[in-house]
């Protein structure tokens, strides 16, 4: 897999995340892709061995960003990167967005509001009206729910917006035509039996991939029938797909 050095644009800190700016010259930049990143520095360290894969948060101007917290070594690193990274270009599949289908939902669990950002802004362009729920631990990682101006807040602890979880935080799915989520599997699979089976529903899983490419089948998911891999074949799919 090739990775690109790129200078780092901006850093700024929300609440328990980083977000790191880089600019992207290329294109396939889509909401619910992803992108494997590192410090600089490899092959000569070998440290970290593995990169990280991150969803795209945003992407205006040419420059690109990524929001991230700091879990092991190479979250660390590149939290300390102070010039540049290295990434590959845009992976796997994103979220299909249909302007027929009419107004959607967004919800985010934690770290899973990620790509909600990019994913707002391409349904704005296309004039799609949306609401936005987020849910989170407590108020220290809810501190970047501010960068979703209008959305609706859970937090386990009750320390700000709605106690419970980004579930409490929503209305009836039902209603919605169609439900876009990402987060830990199982707001995943209360959100895929919240929104019912009718409409477009689709879920970016947060699996854990060694390679990015299909090659470690690392990153499994279950569907009918057995697995597929969530870094080529998604990481977004449509909910029923999923054997939850």
């Not at 440290?47 to 879990?71: C, N, Q, T």
């Not at 102070?82 to 590959?88: A, F, G, H, K, W």
């Not at 057995?226 to 054997?243: I, Q, W």
């Amino acid at each position: 897999m090739k990775f690109y050095t790129v200078e780092i644009e901006a850093r700024r800190r929300l609440g328990a995340y980083t977000l790191l700016s880089y600019r992207w010259p290329g294109d396939g930049i889509e909401a619910g892709r992803f992108v494997m990143a590192r410090a600089a520095g490899y092959p000569v360290t070998l440290d970290p061995f593995l990169a990280r894969p991150f969803s795209f948060y945003d992407f205006e101007g040419g420059v690109a960003s990524l929001l991230f917290e700091v879990r092991g070594r190479g979250t660390a690193l590149l939290d300390r990167a102070r010039e540049t990274i290295e990434v590959t270009a845009p992976l796997g599949k994103g979220f299909e967005i249909d302007a027929s289908t009419g107004r959607a939902a967004l919800l985010g669990g934690g770290i899973g509001v990620a790509p909600l950002k990019i994913l707002g802004r391409e349904l704005a362009s296309r004039g799609i009206d949306h609401d936005v729920f987020l849910g989170f631990l407590d108020a220290k990682t809810a501190a970047v729910a501010d960068d979703f101006p209008g959305a609706s807040v859970a937090t386990m602890d009750g320390s700000a917006g709605t106690r419970g979880t980004v579930l409490d935080a929503a209305p009836d799915l039902l209603g919605y035509p169609a439900v876009y989520a990402c987060g830990p599997n199982a707001m995943l699979a209360a959100v895929k039996g919240a929104a019912g089976q009718d409409g477009l529903r689709q879920l970016s899983v947060e699996e854990r991939m060694g390679c990015g490419n299909g090659s470690c089948n690392g990153c499994v998911v279950p569907v009918d029938g057995g697995y597929v891999r969530s870094c080529v074949e998604g990481p977004v799919f449509r909910a029923e797909v999923l054997a939850w």
